[in-house]
């Protein structure tokens, strides 16, 4: 039982020989995994170390000393036991909270107190055998004197920092004063890669002070190095759990979870990225975005992560244009409205695509157990291939025009088919498709026009008495060139040229 005189017990803790954790792991945490935490409402000596391994002399410049020294309010202890809360959440810690007294306090122990850096937030001590360890100190001076710790804001992300320096996790960039300590590469030393990092930096290396929406959890290099310390929390949403995300609220956050069979499922308009990978991060609902002095710097940031050896194998995406990347379990991906894609960094070869009752199969030929659904899925993206599905969509009007328009051999010409489904998938409807399909052809005149589609569907030359019907009413207005070539696509003969039953087996291929 800490008072405060002396600490809880600790312990050194070796390396992991990983330098994702061995760049946090601060090389000691709490023996406990239930640690106390306290908020001290008095500066008084009975209080407080006033030896010098404690914080010296009552009148020196210590923490506890300053005539600045305040207890939190209600609200912010309340926002402080939430931050303590998500690091619970991941990792295998009972935080207990306990009434101060002159032979009792937390393991933690958090106030205010100054420092006329402004700069300076807050700071805390890692876990040792001084009466000063876990202790985290609020600047007066700073924003967090006058901003509430909201989730989403800097201020909360900086509760979660301390208290991860409180756990016994450092910063992960390199310290001169430690040669020998391992630190991040750069790509990394990201706060929305750790929460104990001080670079605000998107996926692209652009830098900036803050993000528009701060992290709200331990990120994901955070989680696997304060279950290195403690080990994981194997209750946290250990049964099949729906992760639901919409427009109304902004995320930044990883996503810790225990088992079962899961679901992300985002019900919003936004275009977005749900990558179910573990580690993987996602683009889901309102963009995140680092910031400079307030202005939007770069591309957005992945908003919404999935902590290393954690499964999440289902994945329904919103009305936007979506991309969903899946994991190596069997997903259900159901992409909703819009132009949906599932995207695969391997090679087509290595998948068995077949279609199924209400879409499709993916199927891994090298792991049986990586068998996919895909629901409302129109394309998929191989690291070799694409592929569109959507047969009874854009991808049948593009293969239709293409035979009556180009030919059937033309459908194989997936240079032809990306335009194709480009200009769909802008937003052209078929008679606009199909009018660019005509334009594309360099036709000028009517007779020309009905002798080319008469010639691709039926492969001769027609005669006048055939063409005529169709030039006469080109002529007269009654009918678009567009229209007229919809007439000949939508035929039998044309479906049976461009073999549409069996595209609608394997999908149209494209270059993307």
């Known amino acids: 039982m800490p008072t405060p005189f002396y600490s809880s017990s600790v312990t050194r803790v070796l390396p992991a020989h990983d330098n994702s954790i061995d760049s946090l792991a601060g ?62 959440n991941a990792a295998n810690i009972n935080f207990v909270q306990v009434a101060e007294t002159p032979g009792n306090v937390g393991d933690i122990r958090a106030a205010y107190t100054s420092d006329p850096d402004a700069s300076t937030l807050a700071w805390s001590y890692l876990p040792n055998i001084s009466p000063l360890a876990g202790d985290v100190w609020i600047n007066t001076s700073s924003l967090l004197n006058s901003q509430e710790w909201n989730p989403g804001n800097i201020s909360f992300e900086t509760l979660l920092h301390e208290l991860g320096h409180a756990l016994g996790l450092t910063h992960p960039f390199a310290d001169p004063d430690m040669p020998s300590k391992p630190a991040l590469p750069a790509n990394l030393d990201s706060t929305i890669h750790t929460v104990m990092s001080y670079t605000y930096a998107n996926l692209q290396g652009e830098t900036g002070n803050e993000f528009s929406f701060h992290p709200t959890t331990p990120m994901v290099l955070d989680i696997a190095a304060v279950q290195y310390l403690y080990g994981a929390n194997t209750h946290y949403h250990a049964g099949d759990d729906i992760y639901t995300f919409n427009d109304a609220n902004t995320y930044h956050e990883t996503l810790w979870d225990a088992g079962g069979s899961d679901t992300i499922r985002y019900d919003g308009v936004m275009s977005g990225l749900i990558d179910l990978n573990p580690g993987g991060g996602s683009f889901i609902g309102q963009p995140v975005y680092v910031q400079s002095n307030g202005v939007n710097v770069g591309d957005p940031v992945p908003n919404v992560w999935i902590a290393n050896n954690v499964t999440i194998e289902n994945a329904a995406a919103g009305q936007g244009n979506d991309i969903l990347v899946g994991n190596s379990s069997g997903n259900i991906l159901d992409g909703g409205a819009g132009i949906d894609t599932v995207q695969t960094g391997s090679l087509r070869s290595q998948f068995t695509l077949n279609p199924i009752a209400g879409g499709y199969s993916l199927n891994d030929n090298a792991n049986p157990g ?88 039926f492969g001769t030359t027609p005669s006048l008495s055939e063409k005529s019907p169709y030039v006469n009413m080109l002529d007269r207005g009654e009918i678009s060139t567009g229209a007229l070539a919809i007439l000949a696509a939508d035929t039998a003969i044309n479906a049976d040229n461009i073999h549409l039953t069996g595209l609608a087996q394997t999908g149209l291929a494209y270059t993307g």
């Open 370 to 457: 990586n068998q996919d659904t895909l629901t409302n899925i129109e394309r998929v993206k191989f690291a070799d291939a694409h592929i569109a599905l959507d047969l009874d969509g854009h991808a049948g009007e593009v293969a239709k025009l293409l035979g009556a328009v180009f030919g059937a051999a033309s459908v194989a010409n997936q240079d032809y088919a990306s335009v194709g489904l480009a200009k769909a998938d802008e937003g052209l409807s078929y008679e606009q498709l199909a009018s660019f399909a005509i334009d594309a052809a360099n036709l000028t005149s009517h007779d020309a026009i009905v002798s080319l589609l008469w010639q691709n569907l």
């Open 27 to 88: 090389g000691s945490r709490w023996v406990n995994t239930t640690i106390s935490y306290s908020f001290p409402f008095s500066n008084d000596v009975s209080y407080w170390s006033s030896l010098s391994g404690g914080y010296g002399p009552q009148f020196g410049d210590g923490e506890p000393w300053r005539s600045a020294f305040t207890p939190l309010t209600s609200a912010d202890r309340i926002a402080f036991s939430k931050a303590l809360q998500q690091w619970a």
